[in-house]
């Protein structure tokens, strides 16, 4: 056969670059419609990346959220829930979020230290006394500023949910700071939380929720800080000698979706939407007492660790070895805040 003269080829590499360009057109047009139209041929898609297993106060709030969706927007709008970090880690979910590969983020506030220093003020160690002073502060005015502080990534904030206090794990009880020392602790990805651990004489690791309860196995890290709910969950109980109920932070959720993708959004969908998180958060937040509740009980049957209690002497022990990390960062979160925030605490 004679091979083919070079505008055979030429002619025939255009029709195949024709098709393509109809396919990417294609492939363009019905992914722009699935993210951001509502022309009622397919509805708009919201997917729901989160670490936690859904029995956990988020798995159950990213569910309900999910449910009265489906009850209320059936046809126009589908959310996708993946939970337990099948789909991606934190630190991932807040870069596709930017990009708009995903729509929907519910990640701890400590995670939000990359990209700003403002959300620091909720790992400051004992700020917050209990959930109450957290959610006076979080109803406040300087909460409206927070939810809106990130805009230039492209991420607005719609809500705060509570997981509840975090307590801490180890191979020792942790009466008092001293226990700390030398020990090294797995840590959300945030500066206030590396200086609190350095405070009291720990070696603090940066990592990914996924990961921790294999840190713990193997013995990578011998300690941790986690809410009663995400310790019984994922388990950390069983590779965990001790664990001590110290109340000394927060770990909390910004539920931020991502700007221009909202943006984009039918005004009534828009409304609809707010009003169902506005709706999932109270019921959410009711809910997260009960579940840590009942994960201290279910750690306590178990039997595989001690429950350390501590005396009001112990705790104002930890109390001041802690306080120096305030001052540490009061230049990045601002004094006025940390003000407000002490003021919401007040009974
Ligand atoms: C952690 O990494 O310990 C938490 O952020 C997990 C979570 O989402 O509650």
Not at 64 to 81: N, P, S, T, Y
Not at 98 to 117: P, Y
Not at 168 to 187: D, N, S, V
Not at 288 to 305: E, P, W
């Amino acid at each position: 056969m004679k091979p083919s003269t070079p505008s055979v080829a030429m002619h025939s590499r255009s029709g195949v670059l024709s098709y393509f360009t109809v396919f990417l057109f294609l492939v363009f047009a019905l992914g722009c419609g699935e993210r951001s139209a509502d022309d009622g041929s397919r509805p708009i898609l919201i997917k729901f990346p989160h670490v936690t297993a859904p029995g956990t106060p988020k798995g159950q709030a990213a569910d309900r959220f999910k449910q009265l969706v489906d009850e209320r927007l059936a046809g126009r709008v589908e959310v996708e829930i993946y939970p337990s970090g099948q789909l991606m880690s934190d630190d991932d979910s807040l870069d596709s979020l930017a990009f708009g590969e995903i729509q929907m983020i519910a990640v701890s506030l400590s995670k939000l230290d990359r990209l700003t220093k403002k959300f620091q003020i909720f790992d400051l160690p004992f700020l917050f006394p209990n959930l109450k002073a957290v959610e006076h502060f979080q109803s406040g005015p300087s909460s409206e500023t927070l939810l809106r502080s990130m805009q230039k990534q492209h991420l607005l904030g719609l809500a705060f949910w509570h997981n509840g206090m975090k307590q801490f794990g180890g191979p020792i009880p942790m009466r008092t700071p001293a226990a700390a020392q030398g020990l090294k602790f797995r840590i959300m990805e945030s500066d206030v939380l590396q200086a609190q651990i350095l405070q009291i004489g720990g070696n603090p690791q940066k990592m990914a929720f996924t990961e921790v309860y294999q840190a713990l196995q193997t013995g990578a890290v011998d300690a941790q800080e986690n809410t009663w709910s995400n310790i019984y969950s994922s388990k950390f109980y069983e590779v965990q000698k001790y664990l001590t109920e110290t109340n000394h932070g927060y770990l909390g959720y910004l539920v931020a979706v991502n700007l221009d993708f909202w943006d984009s959004l039918p005004a009534d969908i828009r409304d609809e939407l707010t009003a169902i998180i506005t709706e999932v958060t109270q019921w959410a937040n009711v809910q997260s007492v009960t579940i840590n509740q009942t994960g201290l009980d279910k750690i306590r049957q178990a039997g595989s660790s001690e429950i350390v209690q501590l005396s009001a002497e112990e705790l104002a022990g930890w109390q001041t070895a802690m306080r120096p990390v305030w001052s540490k960062f009061e230049k990045n979160i601002g004094v006025d805040l940390i003000q407000a925030a002490e003021e919401a605490s007040r009974p």
